[in-house]
């Protein structure tokens, strides 16, 4: 579901946050790069709303975002939209063009917010870090609706458009932008959403395309095609919430590291995690959580991928256990750390061609953040 930074009550909303992290993680390169600790793990953003008259809204936020090897720091366009909406009974309809972000599963709109995101790390099966410029950023146009229904509300979207990415993905895929870049290709999607004071359900559909142009003969032209359905459920009871989201679907490559006259390559992926959590007093939250990701559902050991590659079977799957702990200071503070016991290096990067010497089978990692918002 959409969790929009703004209220309608205003005709101006200016907000933002900052956020500063450090990781520390052993036997992987993962976000750390070769050292074994960065603290090159900063978010800022500056968001403003507008709403020059009843229906018509104009948003945009301009952000910073430096996470380790994975994000180069940087200043960008978070979104930027127009955006019609008129009440209908009970609820809303409108559409919004320009660039957005999509709502895949719970978290994928906001997850570049320290406080409305679960935790420093997003389950990884559901919000890859590696391939997030190839989902997250839209520039296209957004249908969207909310009705309220059975003491609760729905809330969809049906977008259309095409991915933005950036050197990030080259990075992050490939090994190194200088091998070649990733193109901007179409993209559309399906959510919807129920919730209520103590239920909420979602179901994603989304189709997401990127084009590769090499700079050299080592790889291929091609492309990356992802075709994945997401169901989410979250169930808050007490003090107690517990969450799981399921991802099923394919990944479709023609060219890249295949010739291009060889068969397209599809492997059918599944990923799901499960979190538990409790809300205690002054505003401390505890929580553990299981997350899995398996790059073909045939091939669950990875055996057929090591006899196929060359590479240890731990590279096509990753169960993480992740320990964590948020403590909101105040209204405006938010302090987050957690360690994650992680078997597999599935969504290590480079994901092309990943390197045994610099990632284990066996590893860990720890994430501490302090973050910051203010609004007028």
């Known amino acids: 579901m959409h969790v929009s930074f703004f209220s309608y009550s205003s005709e101006w909303q200016l907000n933002g946050f900052v956020g500063q992290g450090f990781i520390a993680a052993d036997d992987t390169q993962f976000v750390v790069g070769e050292d074994d600790t960065s603290f090159n793990i900063t978010e800022a953003a500056f968001a403003v709303s507008w709403k020059p008259m009843e229906h018509i809204r104009i948003a945009s936020a301009l952000s910073y975002r430096q996470w380790g090897s ?47 995101r679960p935790s420093i790390m997003l389950p990884q099966s559901i919000y890859s870090d590696y391939f997030r410029d ?3 950023h839209i520039e296209g146009g957004d249908l969207f609706g909310m009705h309220q229904i059975w003491n609760g509300a729905i809330d969809w979207h049906v977008s259309v458009g095409k991915v933005d990415v950036t050197e990030d993905l ?15 290709e179409r993209y559309y999607s399906g959510d919807i959403e129920f919730q209520n004071d103590n239920l909420r359900f979602g179901l994603t559909y989304y189709d997401a395309e990127v084009s590769y142009h090499p700079y050299e003969e080592t790889y291929y032209p091609g492309d ?22 399921y991802m099923t679907g394919d990944r479709l490559i023609n060219g890249l590291v ?53 590479l240890p079977a731990y590279f096509s799957y990753t169960d993480d256990w992740t320990l964590g702990a948020r403590w ?40 501490l953040q302090l973050s910051y918002r203010f609004q007028w």
């Not at 080259?170 to 070649?180: I, P, T, Y």
């Not at 809300?279 to 401390?284: D, G, M, R």
């Open 170 to 184: 080259d990075r992050n895929v490939m090994g190194s932008e200088k091998l070649g870049c990733f193109g901007s």
């Open 70 to 116: 994975l994000a180069e720091g940087g200043a960008n366009f978070d979104y930027l939209f127009v955006e019609y909406s008129h009440q209908v009974g009970d609820g809303i309809l409108g559409i919004r063009g320009g660039l957005f972000k999509n709502e895949t599963g719970f978290y994928s709109s906001t997850r570049d917010v320290p406080f409305t």
């Open 134 to 136: 190839a989902q997250l």
């Open 328 to 367: 909101f200071l105040n209204s405006d503070w938010l302090l987050a750390a957690e360690f994650h016991w992680v078997e597999g290096a599935s969504w290590v990067t480079p994901i092309v061609a990943p390197d045994p010497s610099k990632q284990s089978k066996h590893w860990s990692m720890f994430a």
């Open 258 to 310: 295949f010739p291009p006259m060889a068969d397209e390559f599809v492997d059918s992926g599944i990923g799901y995690y499960l979190d538990f959590r409790a809300y205690l007093p002054h505003e401390v939250e505890l929580f553990v959580r299981f997350d899995k990701h398996i790059d073909d559902k045939d091939d669950a050991d990875g055996k057929e991928f090591e006899a196929t590659t060359g």
């Open 224 to 245: 990356i095609r992802l075709k994945n359905w997401v169901v989410s459920g979250q169930l808050r009871y007490w003090i107690l919430e517990f969450t799981a989201e």
